[in-house]
């Protein structure tokens, strides 16, 4: 169940910072799932080098995935721009 969960809240957090960002995602909802599940450790990672735990709980979690999944995007559609203009 563990890993299910955490395909949910890639889901619903890549959803989610894909409706934020601005842009298409790349990959659909393949792709949201996959930028939820890096963003959800990247904010992890950002979150307990700043210690702050969000008590791992399942709103924390997600709270967390959507923060690093939207960091994700950002640096994507910079990336994209950056080699479109080269």
Known sequence: MDF??????????????????????????IGAIIV???????????????????GGSFLGALIVGIIGAIIILYAMRAMAGRSARI
């Open 36 to 54: 939820g599940l890096i963003g959800g450790w990247l904010g992890g990672f950002l979150f307990g080098m700043l210690g702050l735990g969000m």
């Open 4 to 29: 299910l969960g955490w395909i949910l809240i890639g889901a619903i957090a890549g959803g989610v910072a894909s409706m934020i960002v601005p842009g298409r995602t790349p990959g659909g909802m």
